[in-house]
C-alpha cells in the first residue's frame, strides 16, 4: 500500500534525520502498539528527527509525496502513553510514525518571568526536576510522567492531580512552536502573560492530538515552590456530602486546595483485596465515600497542619464528615496517594473491566452516580462499579467491573457497548463529556459523533480542512474523513 | 450603498427583534461612535435583539441579503467602551450595528461548581455584584467595568487589574454560545472544567473580536471571596529593582499576590501636578519607580497586614526596596489604588499624548524601557515617556507626552507614526506584543500586519475563511481583505 511512493522517498528520509533515525524493519512495536497493548499497526517507517527544522523537512517530503498521489501520513508520537490510541499507526502501511522523543532540550529558564521554553520531547518528569532546581515548580503532574513528554501532553491537553489548582495542560502553556501540515514553522514561543493581537492559535493547537500541527516546542508556566503540603483521608457519608465538603474546603482552604480525590466504598475494598500491605488510614466499611485532600501553604509546614485541622473542624461541625486523618509527615501524605493511585492497579488484579474517564459539573455529580447506577442495576444487577477519581474537577473514572464469579473477559467482550451507552448517554443527559481527560484519538470518534453537538462538529471539520486540507497529519484520529462518511450514510 | 438589498428588508428586521430595537434614523453616535470620540461612522441599523435566537435570525436574515449581493456587514457591540474601534460602524452605511445590550438575565450560579451562566449584555460590573452576593468572586476587573458587557470582555479577552493571580477574560470562562455567521447557534455553555473532545472552539472564539461569532452566552468561573485584602506602595531604585521585587512577592505571597502595578517617577508627577488633592503615601522625587502591591489573604485581616509586613522586611534585607507604606485600612488601600488609577486622567489633563499598550516578558521590562527610552531620546529628545502598568503581566503602559511647552496636538499630529514604530520596534526586538489587553479592531490592523508572524497570520486568514467565508461579521476588524490586499500590492 506504498502506492506512488517516490523511489527515493526513505533515502531522503535517511538524508535529512540521519540514518539511524528512520526505521522500517525489524521490531518496531515500541512505536506500532499502544502500552496497554490494546492494539498494534504497521508503520511505513517510524522516524525521529532532532530539531524542529529536522520535523519541517520530514512533513514537507511526505505532504509532497501525498501530493504526488503517494498513500501516506504522519502519525505524531511523543511518549506513546496516551489511553485513546491517538499515536500508533493503522495497519495500512502508509502511516509514518513521526517520533519526538530525540527533541529533549531544556531550552531556557527565566525565573523572574516564572516561565521556561523546552522541547516537546522533553519527559515531563524531567521538567517537574528542572523546575524543582530552579526553585520553581512545574505543576502538571500525572501517573504516566516518567515517560510522557511535553508535546503530547500540551497535544492531548493532559489533566492529573493538581488541576483542581493549577488547570490542565492548556493553562500552564504560554507559548507553542508548531510544524504545520505542509511544513512551515509557526513561531510561537512566547514568555508573554497578556497579547491580544489576533485568534488564539495556540490554544486551537493544544488538544487537537496531532491532527492540526505537530508540537515541537513549548513554553511553560511555573509557578513558586509551596512551602509545605499536607494531605488529609476524609470518610463521608455519600457523594453529597463529598460535594459539600468540596466546597467547604474551597472556601477554607481557597488556592491552597491542590488535590480534591474521591474514592467509593468499593474502591477501596478492591485495593484492600488486592494491596493488604498498602493500610487504609480509616476502615473502608465504615462510610460509602473517602476523599484524599491536599493542602499546600506558601508559608509553613506548621500552618499546613493547622489550616487542615480546622478545616476538618469546620466539616465536622456541618455535618459533612463522619471521620478524617490528617498525614503527620510527608511519608503519610504519600502512602494517602499510593492507596489513590492503586485502585487501577487493583481493576486491573481483579480482571479486566470497562473505563469511563467522564465529567460533569461537580454539583451534578451526586444526582449522576446515582442515576447512572439505578440504570445499570436494572439491566445489569450483578456489574459491580467502581467509581473513584477527580471530584475537585467534575472528572470521574466511572468503572464497571463483572459480577463476582463471572468471567471478566466475557463480560467486557458481551457488555462494553450496552454498558458504555448507559453511562455515556447519562453523561450526556448532564451536559457532561465523555472524555474528560483522555481524548478522543482513534478509540473515540464514533463517540464524539454521537455525542458532540452537531454545529460544533461542524466548526471542526471546517478548521481541520482550513488547517490540513490534504489530511496529512492524524487522519484517524479525533474526526476520521471516513467514520463521517459513515455518519453521512447513517443520516 | 445599500446596493441589492431586498426592501423589506428593514420590516424583516423589525418583525424579528420588535419595532422599537431597529434604529436606522436620528442620533445613532451612542452606537456609531466610540466613547473617545475617536472615530464615528453611520450604521445600515442599529438592531437590538433580547435573545440568541433573534440574534441568530438576524444574522441570518444578514447573511441571506449578503448572499442576494447586497453590500452588508454585521458589527456586533456590546458596551462600546473598547479602545480599538472594534464596535462601530465604518462610514459606508452598509453594517448593522448589533447591539448585545438588551440580553441582562444571569441565567444561573452554580454555587457548588463555582460557575455562573450568563447573557453576553450583563454589564461586569453586575456579574461581579452577583457572585458576590451568592459569597463569591467573579474576579475580572477594569476601569470599564459600570459600562462594559461580559460578552465584550470575552471577545477582546479583557485584562484589567487581576490578571496576574486570576489571569484575562479568557482563563475565566468555561463555557460559550456562540451565533455562528451563517445564523447557527453553537451551544458550548458548559460548567465543565475537563472536556477533552475535540478542538478548543472556545478559546478561538475568545480575543476574535466578533470576527468569527457572535458570543451570546458564557459560563463563568467563579472563586472564594478572599477573607481580607490589603495594599502596599513601595518605592524601589529601578525598574530593575522592581523587578526584583515581583518575584520575591511571587516567592512570598504566592497566589495571594492579586496586584502589582508599577508607576515610574514622571507618571506620579504628573497626577501630583493635576490631582494636588490625592496625597501621596511616598513623595515621587525619592525613587525612581514606586509599586503598588496588592495581597489578598484566604484567613484574616491580621495575617494579611503581617504577610505584607514580613514581605517588606525581607524586601528591605534584599536591597530592592527604599521605602514602603502598608495601607492599615480598605479605605487607605483605595487612596492608593486611586492614585494608580488617576494616571491616565493626569495625562489626559496634561494634553493629548500617544499610548502605547505593550508587553514583554517581566524579565526583559527593564531592557526593553532602556532601550525604548535611549532611542526616543535620541530623535526626541524632549519628549516626556509617562510609564506605568501591569508589571506583573509584563504589560506596560508606555505613553508619551509632548515636551514641556510644546503643543501637544501639533506634536501627536507630527510624531504618533514615527515615535509608535520606535516603541513597536523596540517591542519587537524583545519578543513582545504591540497589544497586550486592547486587541487590534480597526485601529491596528496595519500593525498586525506589519509585527505579526507571517506564518501566524496565514494561519488566521484560513481560519476566517472558514467560519466566515463571504466576510460577513466585523470585516474592518483584526485582519480586514483590504488590509491583506495592500500589503499583498507591497509585497
Given at each position: 500500500m506504498t502506492s506512488f511512493l517516490p523511489a527515493s522517498f526513505f533515502e531522503q528520509l535517511r538524508t535529512l534525520v540521519g540514518h539511524d533515525h528512520v526505521h522500517t524493519e525489524g521490531d518496531l512495536s515500541l512505536w506500532e502498539q499502544d502500552w496497554r497493548g490494546l492494539a498494534q499497526g504497521k508503520a511505513?517507517?517510524?522516524?525521529?528527527?532532532?530539531?524542529t527544522s529536522e520535523v519541517a523537512a520530514v512533513v514537507k517530503l511526505c505532504a509532497e509525496a501525498k501530493a504526488q498521489g503517494a498513500a501516506i501520513s504522519i502519525v505524531p508520537q511523543g511518549g506513546n502513553t496516551g489511553l485513546v490510541l491517538g499515536s500508533i499507526p493503522d495497519g495500512s502501511?502508509?502511516?509514518?510514525?513521526?517520533?519526538?522523543?530525540?527533541?529533549?532540550?531544556?531550552?531556557?529558564?527565566?525565573?523572574?518571568?516564572?516561565?521556561m521554553t523546552v522541547d516537546a520531547g522533553c519527559i515531563l518528569q524531567n521538567l517537574q526536576e528542572a523546575a524543582k532546581s530552579a526553585g520553581l515548580l512545574f505543576p502538571l503532574s500525572l501517573a504516566a510522567q516518567g515517560s510522557c513528554v511535553i508535546g503530547g501532553n500540551l497535544a492531548t491537553n493532559a489533566g492529573g492531580t493538581q488541576v483542581v489548582r493549577y488547570g490542565n495542560a492548556r493553562e500552564l502553556c504560554i507559548g507553542l512552536e508548531v510544524v504545520l501540515a505542509d511544513g512551515r514553522i509557526w513561531n510561537g514561543l512566547s514568555g508573554l502573560r497578556k497579547d491580544n493581537t489576533g485568534?488564539?492559535?495556540?490554544?486551537?493547537?493544544?488538544?487537537?492530538?496531532?491532527?492540526?500541527?505537530?508540537?515541537?516546542?513549548a513554553t511553560l508556566k511555573l509557578y513558586p515552590q509551596p512551602a509545605a503540603r499536607a494531605c488529609a483521608w476524609l470518610a463521608t457519608p455519600s457523594l453529597h456530602h463529598a460535594v459539600e465538603l468540596l466546597a467547604l474546603s474551597q472556601k477554607h482552604l481557597a488556592s491552597g486546595l491542590t488535590g480534591f480525590e474521591a474514592m467509593e466504598q468499593a474502591a477501596l475494598q478492591l485495593v484492600e483485596k488486592h494491596m493488604p500491605q498498602l493500610r487504609m488510614p480509616i476502615a473502608p466499611t465504615t462510610a460509602e465515600v473517602f476523599v484524599l485532600l491536599e493542602y499546600s501553604d506558601d508559608e509553613s509546614e506548621t500552618r499546613a497542619q493547622s489550616r487542615l485541622e480546622s478545616l476538618l473542624e469546620a466539616a465536622f461541625e456541618a455535618g459533612v464528615l463522619t471521620d478524617g486523618a490528617v498525614a503527620q509527615s510527608l511519608d503519610q501524605s504519600q502512602r494517602m496517594w499510593d492507596i489513590r493511585e492503586h485502585i487501577p492497579l487493583a481493576q486491573a488484579q481483579e480482571g479486566v473491566h470497562l473505563k469511563?474517564?467522564?465529567?460533569?459539573t461537580s454539583s451534578s455529580i451526586p444526582a449522576f452516580v446515582e442515576r447512572a447506577k439505578a440504570q445499570l442495576q436494572e439491566s445489569h444487577p450483578d456489574a459491580r462499579?467502581?467509581?473513584?477519581?477527580?471530584?475537585?474537577?467534575?472528572?470521574?473514572?466511572?468503572n464497571v467491573q463483572a459480577p463476582l464469579g463471572a468471567d471478566p473477559k466475557a463480560f467486557v467482550k458481551e457488555l462494553a457497548q450496552p454498558i458504555q451507552a448507559i453511562i455515556y448517554d447519562t453523561v450526556a443527559f448532564f451536559g457532561g463529556s465523555f472524555s474528560a481527560e483522555h481524548g478522543v484519538g482513534t478509540l473515540k470518534p464514533a463517540e464524539l459523533l454521537h455525542y458532540k453537538d452537531p454545529v460544533a462538529l461542524s466548526l471542526m471539520r471546517s478548521i481541520?480542512?482550513?488547517?490540513?486540507?490534504?489530511?496529512?497529519?492524524?487522519?484517524?484520529?479525533?474526526l476520521p474523513p471516513a467514520a463521517d462518511a459513515q455518519a453521512g450514510e447513517a443520516a
Open positions: 511505513l517507517a517510524v522516524v525521529s528527527p532532532a530539531s502501511g502508509t502511516q509514518v510514525v513521526l517520533s519526538l522523543r530525540r527533541m529533549q532540550t531544556i531550552r531556557g529558564i527565566d525565573p523572574h518571568n516564572l516561565s485568534y488564539d492559535l495556540r490554544n486551537l493547537i493544544i488538544g487537537s492530538e496531532g491532527t492540526l500541527g505537530i508540537i515541537t516546542g469511563h474517564d467522564i465529567s460533569v462499579v467502581i467509581n473513584f477519581g477527580h471530584l475537585g474537577d467534575g472528572n470521574l473514572h466511572f481541520k480542512q482550513a488547517l490540513d486540507p490534504h489530511s496529512l497529519l492524524n487522519p484517524n484520529a479525533v
